[in-house]
Every structure is written in C-alpha cells, then in structure tokens.
C-alpha cells in the first residue's frame, strides 16, 4: 500500500488571487520535479461534457464515468458521491502523484494556507487556527504562522516540500 501525497488546502476571499498565486505555486513544485495534482471544488453546478459529444452520450446511456485519453491528456467525467473529501478525492482518482494543492472545500480539516492581501474586503479565516500551516500574501496575520510572498512562489515551495518530506 503506497502512503497517499500530502493535501495543502489554500484559502482566500473571492478575488484574492489564490488561483493566480496556485498557478505559480505548482510551475515552481513542477520545475522541482514533483508531480502536482489540483482540486478546484465548485460549489455550483457546472458541465465539462457537451451534449451531442461521445461522451457526453455514454453518460446519457448512464455510464457513472467516462473518460476520454489521447497520448498526451486524460479526462475523466462523471457523477461522484456528494460530500466527498479532499482525502477521498485524492484517494479514488489522484494518489500518484507527489503533493495534491486544493482550492475551496472550506470546510475540510487538512492543512492549510491563508492567502493574505492588504486590500482583501476581509479575511474570513482564523490564522491562529491549527490546521493552518503557512501564510502567503502582502497582509500579516496573527498566529505566528510562517509568512510567505506572493509574487516568489520559492520559499512557500521550499516549505512544503521540507514539511511534507518531498524530494
């Protein structure tokens, strides 16, 4: 049995940047070598698979997933259980990979990064809250937290992997 890859949720207010700052987050942990997945959770309903499409109509004929693979991508479409964890997640379809970064599942107990920006509305979250492990962003928080920059993605990079053990 192989040990699943660590999950770093990132967290922000809408707008804050965290999808540009997990851009360059996984550029620099890829350039490092390691295999990097990514989970966007959407709390709205949204549609990959296009009516009239292959796949579209094996899921119609009631496949629970299809996937579709070239020699270079894979994608895979489907129903999945409601609630599912980051951890389950991972489980069932990312496990072989180095590090999973997550965006979203707000309420998941994995650890955690703050992004943090001086003109945020507000900061919904708790710095001092133990799943939180880092701080990345222009704004300090309280909680002695370790502190990042957004604009050089490297030294959080250096942490996760020396924290999570990644070669």
Avoid: C, W
């Avoid at 990959?48 to 895979?76: C, M, Q, W, Y």
């Avoid at 489907?78 to 599912?84: I, N, Y």
């Avoid at 990345?136 to 909680?143: E, F, H, N």
């Amino acid at each position: 049995m192989t040990t699943p890859p660590p999950i770093v949720a990132f967290a922000a207010p809408s707008g804050t940047g965290k999808t540009t700052f997990l851009e360059t987050l996984i550029r620099e942990l890829v350039g490092r070598g390691l295999k990097v997945a990514a989970i966007k959770h959407d709390a709205h309903s949204f549609q990959v698979d296009r009516p009239g499409k292959d796949t579209h109509r094996f899921r119609s004929a009631g496949a629970s997933r299809v996937a579709i693979s070239n020699d270079r991508e894979l994608a895979v479409m489907g129903e999945t259980d409601p609630g599912l964890t980051p951890e389950q997640l991972t489980a069932r379809y990312l496990g072989d990979v180095d590090i999973v970064v997550v965006e979203g599942f707000r309420e998941a107990v994995i650890p955690r990064v703050l992004i943090s920006r001086r003109d945020a509305p507000h900061q919904p979250y708790d710095a001092t809250e133990s799943r939180v492990i880092a701080v990345a962003g222009d704004k300090t928080l309280p909680g002695g937290k370790p502190h990042f920059p957004l604009d050089d993605p490297a030294p959080l990079a250096d942490f996760l992997t020396k924290r999570f053990g990644l070669r």
